[in-house]
Structure formats: structure tokens, C-alpha cells
């Protein structure tokens, strides 16, 4: 397939998607190296973004994925103003700190960093899908551990982890066993007053 022809392919099927597409899952689907998909897809976006265009195609980790562009952010919030952004409170962005530079990471080690019962915050970073499910730990109790999602990255507006500022890590020692209790049965109905808002492009 040419190039002109991969890129309007790969365009058609991000438009759709909405979401993150994997450059594997392109190429699997087009029957196409990854490394073509790749340049083609990097043309694409800088084409899009050359010609100043509404929609931007951007880079999250090993895929790509179609979203608006920053300069439409405005009239994007007024034209879709039911539409509210995800907010974060205080606790909220702090429990998202810990998992982003310590990921995997549970319950435990975030509340053993913040020192506060965390379990609400972790809850609410789920439902809002910048974090999920990465497995359990294989200790006593194999409490569930949690990891960013793309949404996290372009909530943020991240290519990948590696674009998150250096900081001092903490020598956390050896995991904590910890009572499980599932964040996702926690009610979402009270919403922290102290918000921070956090958009997306």
C-alpha cells in the first residue's frame, strides 16, 4: 500500500476510534510494517499540524490517537459545555503523583507516602480512568497494584512517562501487606470542593 493511501487508512480508522490505537494493531490490520506506519502516521500529523488544521494526531507511548487541537479549546469547551473535564481535588492529584512516578503501585505504598486513608482517591482516579488494574502483588494479601492509563497521558499532555519531570524518589523498602478493599465500590456521588480541572485537548 502507498503512502498517500496508508495515511488516509490510518486517518479513517483513528477518526473512528476515539481512542488510543496501537501501532502494532495497525499494522496488523493493514498488514504493513510497524515502520511504515509509523512514517506514514508522522507525516499525517505533521500535515495536520503544518496546515493548522482542527484535529491533531498525537503520539501516546507505542500508538497514536486523533484529538482536537489546543487552539480549538475554547470554542470546543462552549459548543460542548455539558460536557464537563474530569476534576481532580488536592488528595486526588496527589494519590495520581505517587502511582505515576512509582507505578505499579498500591493502595498502600500511596497512603504510606500521603499518610492519609487514600482509598476514595484511588476510587475516583479509576472511574475517571487515569489509572487501572495493573495485576497483584505477589506478597501476603497480593494486594491490587495501579499504573497511569493513555488517558492519564493525554489528560496531561504526555507522549510517554518518560516526559514527566525528575523527581527524588523515596526508598519505600519492602511492600506493605494491606487489607484489600475494591476502590471501585466506592461511591463517587461526593465531589471534593477544592478542584483543580484538569482538560483534555
Known amino acids: 500500500m502507498e503512502q498517500i493511501e496508508l495515511q488516509r487508512v490510518i486517518e479513517s480508522i483513528l477518526f473512528a476510534a476515539g481512542e488510543r490505537i ?6 496488523s490490520v ?17 500535515e495536520l499540524a503544518y496546515n493548522r488544521r482542527g484535529i491533531r494526531i498525537i503520539r501516546l507511548e507505542d500508538g497514536y490517537q486523533m484529538v482536537s487541537s489546543g487552539e480549538m479549546a475554547e470554542y470546543i469547551t462552549k459548543a460542548l459545555e455539558t460536557r464537563k473535564p474530569p476534576k481532580l481535588s488536592a488528595s486526588q492529584l496527589e494519590a495520581l503523583t505517587i502511582i505515576a512516578y512509582y507505578q505499579p503501585a498500591t493502595k498502600a505504598m ?5 499518610g492519609v486513608d487514600s482509598a476514595y482517591s484511588i476510587g475516583a482516579l479509576l472511574n475517571k ?4 488494574d495493573a495485576g ?11 499504573r497511569t492509563t493513555p488517558v ?14 525528575p523527581i527524588e524518589k523515596v526508598d519505600l523498602g519492602e511492600p506493605i501487606v494491606e487489607e484489600q478493599q475494591d476502590p471501585d465500590q466506592l461511591s463517587m456521588e461526593d465531589v471534593n470542593p477544592e478542584q483543580v480541572s484538569v482538560g483534555e485537548n
Do not use: C, H, M
Open 152 to 165: 492519564f497521558l493525554r489528560t496531561f499532555g504526555l507522549s510517554s512517562l518518560e516526559e514527566l519531570p
Open 110 to 114: 500511596v497512603e504510606q507516602l500521603r
Open 136 to 146: 497483584r502483588l505477589n506478597v501476603p494479601g497480593r494486594p491490587i497494584q495501579y
Open 22 to 27: 496501537a501501532v502494532s494493531q495497525l499494522a
Open 30 to 46: 493493514l498488514e504493513a510494517d510497524e515502520k511504515d506506519i509509523i512514517e506514514a502516521t508522522n507525516a499525517l500529523a505533521d
Open 129 to 132: 480512568k487515569l489509572i487501572e
